[in-house]
């Protein structure tokens, strides 16, 4: 159960930071007109094509201690980065990035303009706007990038064992956990924790639908398109 | 411009906008001077014609090519000093088409959205008037999806307007109500603006609001004012096909000038597709050129024998074609060699027991013929 405990807390340690890095990249990708905009969504985007071995492998470098990012870690916190449960958050924040971010350029782009014109007449700048009437009427984009982050960083596998290596209550993660109880053969432990993780994820998706539901009754918009975009 | 206990004391609007658009098929080129007065002044056009461009232009969501925009002595817009005041801070009032309320707000917080530099308390209190002025204080609790489209445009006005805005625009604000409706909302718009007096510009394309509401109208068309004064100056005797059909005239007859008589004012003009010829006011035209004439369908009187002993100088022998009801008005068709659109009354139509087929004589005064260009 530790290693079950511990997917949970790195989740929502990825959902926390994701939202909040999230909303400002998403708003400035919904309504920049750079002409080299393309270039970062294109960035943003590569976690979902890319196998994790292969950003895991990228991420691995940079974490090391000749990597940028080590460097950069070990002179702010005189610490190592890779094989930590902080250089797992990192990692798995690039690694849920697109999970986060399109599902809130959508709900961004999905509010009608002339409600920002009729701010903008009525006297508020842009960040009013922001906050009164586009974050509001974003509210099941918001719902939908936190738990498509939060899942998709319990569900990860290939990254964190790249990055994470197997430490028993720092890394090991519970997909990790399963793997090795599995590679013992022991199906029982293996089977326990799976069936733990299958209640868990259906029990807050449930919750996260039926909240939605409501609050597309109330704001007559829903945003679950990225579930088929995977 | 100073607000002094709420009083405004109003200023004219002057604008030169111009702005090319390339974004759509056809390119688009608005190019208009405008000087707007207290009061309310009517933007006529069909649809396409640049009226909701100009408004854009004129909040500062559209940033024009060149020109200048101020309210009084105060600049808003002025390419070449690169002056360009950002919407927030025009104090522009702008209610558009689709009204665009803040769904997830109530009334009263709509209303109170452009009053954040007030005291809560002073916030409330003038929601609450500019609601009761607009007759709908009682859904200050409501959401916009939770009233009728009446109540939503009185609540959009009572919005615009609380902020005290030193400009009004109106772009087709009441499209979809039933005239009385319609009369009821401009009577409240006109109470409220009889103390602020500030200039309001209200866009539509139909000729029913111009008769509605009345004193002043610019016509535009493809970009650019084609005529501006009263209702009957700009509407009666539009200068342009578009326009004139926009305001109402049915009958669009092509032909040849073959005769200019200067002295008397008219020219004689030679219609397409018939030997028949008719009298029109002078036009800048010479013999021989072509002219494009329009007659409205109710100006055109129809009898059932020659008529003798008139003033009017037309008269046109032809035949029904075809007789329609639509709603109080009867719709004959005339073919005099060009066909005719004519309306007469159900009425008259039973008194002269019109049919299909008869022959009958249609009168034209010279001046219910007007010469438009395309």
Known sequence: ?230 | MDTVGGQVNSAALTAQVRKERRDSDTPFVLDVSVEIPPGITILFGPSGAGKSTLLDCLAGLVQPDAGQIAIGGDVLFDSSSRTNLPSQKRRIAYVFQSLALFPHMSVEDNVSYGLTHLQQQERRARALEVLAAFRVENLKTRKPEEISGGEKQRVALARSLVTLPRLLLLDEPLTGLDAELKAAIVDDLRAWNAAQRIPILYVTHTRDEVDALGERVIAMDHGHVVSAGTPQQVLDAPRRKRLAQAAGFENFLRGTVVDVREADGVMRVRLDASACEIEVPLGYAAAGSRAQIAIRAGDILLATEPPRGLSARNVLAGRIVSLDQRGTLMVARVDCGVVFTVHVTPGAARALALAPEQQVWLVLKTHSCHLVDD
């Open chain 1, 1 to 230: 159960m530790e290693a079950l405990l511990l997917s949970i807390k790195l989740a929502a340690c990825v959902s926390a930071i994701l939202l909040l890095c999230g909303i400002p990249l998403a708003y400035w990708l919904a309504n920049s007109q750079w002409r080299g905009k393309f270039l970062l969504e294109s960035v943003v985007a590569l976690p979902l094509v890319l196998p994790p071995t292969v950003l895991g492998f990228y991420m691995l470098l940079a974490m090391g201690p000749r990597g940028p990012l080590g460097k950069l870690w070990h002179a702010l916190f005189g610490r190592r980065l890779a094989f930590t449960f902080a250089g797992l958050v990192i990692a798995s924040v690039i690694y849920s990035l697109p999970f986060a971010v399109q599902p809130l350029i959508a709900a961004f782009e999905n509010v009608d303009r002339k409600l920002l014109d009729a701010s903008a007449v009525l006297g508020a700048g842009r960040l009013r706007t922001f906050w009164r009437v586009i974050l509001p009427l974003s509210i099941p984009g918001v719902v939908t990038a936190v738990v498509l982050s939060f899942a998709h960083t319990l569900g990860e596998f290939g990254v964190v064992l790249m990055v994470g290596g197997n430490l028993r209550g720092i890394t090991r993660t519970v997909s990790i956990d399963i793997y090795d109880h599995v590679q013992s053969l022991e199906y029982a432990e293996a089977g326990r924790l799976a069936l733990a993780l299958l209640g868990f994820s259906f029990v807050v998706l449930a919750i996260v639908y039926a909240v939605n539901r409501q609050l597309g009754r109330r704001t007559g918009r829903r945003l679950w398109t990225l579930w088929a975009a995977r």
